[in-house]
């Protein structure tokens, strides 16, 4: 039985998962949580993983985090597209609008913007797919600046399956030392350690590109 998304919620949807676990619906989920509706890997991927070390009859780790990543970037995807076909028509009608104007918006600026995301994009893309609450947004402006999309593609499944071998990682470690039946609580707790890191390795990556702009502007002056 497929429970639906509206009426969510994480400790029965984790019990639901745990009951009905197969690599379609690590896949389905996957591509749901790097789409544009909310929803945590979080209690997809560990739970997975979890079961293929403790049953190992019908599920294997690595192929669990394999199709979790083929899922992610299909979700992905779909963001960039929607982006791409949507999303951009729309700012371009904006900038060449009155108000946009306005706002010292105009086409050449976001010319401009595309072309700086095209050339800076792919590391954005890595880095993004690890911070939370990016992870389901980096798509978007790849695909509003119409990033060639074999380079989303490689930088988004890199950093797609980075996540996921963490969060595999994560089953892995949890099923030598917990039960199922406390699996939920303790990857809720270690969730937050990893929203803090994923943090951090946002902050650090933005402080670094940040430092390289200001460097390249002071050697272009000098």
């Given at each position: 039985m497929f429970l639906p998304l509206a009426i969510f919620d994480a400790a029965e949807f984790f019990q639901w998962f745990v009951e009905n676990a197969s690599y379609l619906f690590v896949f389905v989920f996957m591509v749901i949580e790097s789409s544009f509706v909310p929803f945590p890997s979080e209690v997809v991927v560990p739970p997975a993983a979890y079961l293929a070390c403790t049953r190992g009859d019908d599920m294997n780790i690595f192929l669990v985090v394999l199709v979790a990543t083929a899922g992610a970037i299909v979700g992905g995807l779909i963001n960039y597209f929607l982006a791409l076909w949507i999303g951009r028509p729309l700012v371009y009608k904006f900038a060449d609008s009155r108000i946009g104007h306005a706002c010292l918006i105009d086409r050449e600026k976001v010319d401009k913007a595309e072309r700086y995301f095209d050339r800076h994009g792919a590391v954005s893309t890595f880095v993004g797919r690890l911070i939370p609450a990016v992870r389901q947004l980096i798509s978007i402006p790849a695909g509003l600046a119409r990033m060639n999309?074999?380079?989303?593609?490689?930088?988004?499944?890199?950093?797609?399956?980075?996540?996921?071998?963490?969060?595999?990682?994560?089953?892995?470690?949890?099923?030598?030392?917990?039960s199922l039946e406390q699996l939920f609580v303790k990857v809720e707790e270690y969730n937050t350690y990893l929203s803090m890191g994923g943090l951090v390795i946002g902050a650090a990556c933005v402080a670094f590109i940040l430092y390289r702009m200001l460097s390249k502007k002071k050697t272009t002056a000098a």
């Open positions: 999309l074999g380079v989303f593609v490689v930088f988004t499944g890199l950093g797609a399956l980075v996540w996921n071998c963490i969060l595999g990682a994560m089953g892995w470690w949890l099923s030598t030392m917990v």
